[in-house]
């Protein structure tokens, strides 16, 4: 069994080992995931997150129990309820669906992990490209190296413009409900040495009207064949107010996150939680027990607020979005 190694993820030749991002940032528990009925439990309770990350855990995962010997008929109903153990993100359905006839399950986890590595440097070196010196960034939920097997979709962009040398200051957003920026994106700043700053959800507006952000980068779960995308909930009001403050706009993925078949965002399923997240997390509760409380994860942004779309193999505009461009760039490994 070949090792996986990532921060989120590793394999230490017996078990596959997965970081708990529900104890970030206070302790860096490794809990067994190694059973794919362990696994879908970590992946819907968020202990193992982020679109590419959870296509790559529940393949390493897979690849596991095929090793340890599992029939053909344990095999395919672990990779049904690993396909379906969260809606929005498609890149956990289409590791899955290559994990289902891979004749190999050990070799094509490597490679859905490798690849999901080369996709990471392909999106940072298109998307570093356009930073400039001296910008101010905004960013919202998690999309590092926890949330990938490389080093991230948005926040790669960012890692790679700062190892570039260009002096850029990034505002994370603490992402309500579960604060996966406040938890996450602040831990992998903060190691990574990258200037940055939290604020609340609710001070963005304020930034982009002070002139203090030149640019907002932010990470996607499903794009649609038309550019529609849906990403963690507040992704779309960050992108209305990017528009009225003439700041440019990006949503940045591989194309394993593109899925033609939704032909524009009202065919991407989106993910609802339990109420009980909003009204409190972990140990505290700041609500009525009993307050009715409505809580969508991700919301769809439409592509006419995208300035353009970071992707793996290129950076797409508005117009290339619209006139169709996503079915013919990743149209061949992708079928509609
Ligand atoms: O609910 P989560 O934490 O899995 O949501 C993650 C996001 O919304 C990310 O922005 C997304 O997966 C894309 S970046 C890896």
């Not at 700053?197 to 304020?206: K, Q, V």
């Not at 399923?269 to 809580?295: H, S």
């Not at 300035?307 to 505009?317: I, K």
């Amino acid at each position: 069994m070949h090792p996986f190694e990532s921060l989120g993820l590793k394999h230490d030749g017996r078990k596959l080992w997965v970081l708990d991002q529900t104890q970030l940032p206070d302790a860096e528990v490794w809990l067994d995931g190694s059973e794919p009925e362990a696994m879908v439990a970590l992946i819907k309770r968020l202990a193992v997150r982020g679109a590419p990350l959870i296509g790559v855990a529940a393949a390493a995962s897979l690849a596991t129990f095929a090793h340890r010997g599992a029939s053909a008929t344990e095999y395919a109903a672990a990779c049904a309820s690993l396909r379906a153990a969260r809606p929005t993100a498609v890149n956990l359905m289409w590791a899955m669906d290559r994990m289902k006839d891979a004749a190999d399950p050990v070799a094509e986890a490597r490679a859905i992990f490798e690849e999901d590595v080369r996709l990471c440097e392909g999106m940072a070196m298109h998307g570093a490209a356009l930073l400039q010196d001296g910008e101010g960034l905004l960013t919202h939920c998690n999309t590092g190296g926890l949330a990938t097997a490389g080093i991230g979709t948005a926040l790669g962009v960012i890692r790679r413009a700062h190892e570039q040398g260009k002096r850029i200051h990034v505002y994370a957003d603490e992402t309500r409900p579960l604060l996966q920026g406040g938890r996450l994106t602040a831990w992998e700043l903060w190691k990574l040495g990258i200037p940055s700053t939290l604020i609340t959800d609710s001070m963005a507006a304020l930034l982009l009207r002070d002139g203090k952000i030149q640019r907002v980068l932010v990470g996607s779960d499903r794009v649609a064949a038309n550019g529609d995308f849906a990403n963690k909930v507040g992704t779309y009001g960050l992108a209305v107010q990017a528009r009225f403050h003439s700041v440019p706009f990006h949503p940045v993925a591989p194309f394993s996150t593109v899925d033609l078949a939704c032909a524009d965002g009202a065919a991407i399923p989106i993910e609802e939680r339990d109420p009980a997240e909003v009204r409190g997390y972990g140990p505290w509760r700041w609500a009525p027990e009993a307050m009715p409380a409505w809580n969508p994860s991700f919301d769809v942004t439409p592509a006419d607020l995208v300035t353009s779309l970071v992707l793996d193999r290129g950076v797409y505009s508005r117009a290339d979005l619209q006139r169709g461009v996503l079915a013919e760039v990743v149209g061949k490994e992708k079928s509609e």
